[in-house]
Nanobody, 115 residues
Framework: QVHLVESGGGLVQAGGSLRLSCAAS????????MGWYRQAPGKEREFVAR???????NYADSVKGRFTISRDNTKNTVYLQMNSLKPEDTAMYFC?????????WGQGTQVTVSS
């Protein structure tokens, strides 16, 4: 099992920044990748960003140039730096970890961007 705990969400004005953290614990050996997803009320969960074990990253078009995913292997933590936030970024943000063939999810952290 892999246990994921997100933190760093909150209320911010449009144009502001937040940094989300996802701390992984448990059987984290051989995690293939970690990523962030988000889900707004009444909408499906959508992909935001991912970082592979070898460092490659990819982003949803809607966040490219504004969000940056990174990791600190010494802390078993993945970060999502979110800049130039928009009201449409408002959602519950979830961290996940892929350890094939299983995907683990955290409980989420709420991000609210006011206009």
């Amino acid at each position: 099992q892999v246990h994921l705990v997100e933190s760093g969400g909150g209320l911010v004005q449009a144009g502001g920044s937040l940094r989300l953290s996802c701390a992984a614990s448990g059987n984290i050996f051989s995690i293939n990748s970690m990523g962030w997803y988000r889900q707004a009320p009444g909408k499906e969960r959508e992909f935001v960003a991912r970082i592979e074990w070898y460092g490659s990253t990819n982003y949803a078009d809607s966040v490219k140039g504004r969000f940056t995913i990174s990791r600190d292997n010494t802390k078993n933590t993945v970060y999502l730096q979110m800049n130039s936030l928009k009201p449409e970024d408002t959602a519950m943000y979830f961290c996940n970890a892929r350890k094939y063939p299983t995907t683990f999810w955290g409980q989420g952290t709420q991000v609210t961007v006011s206009s």
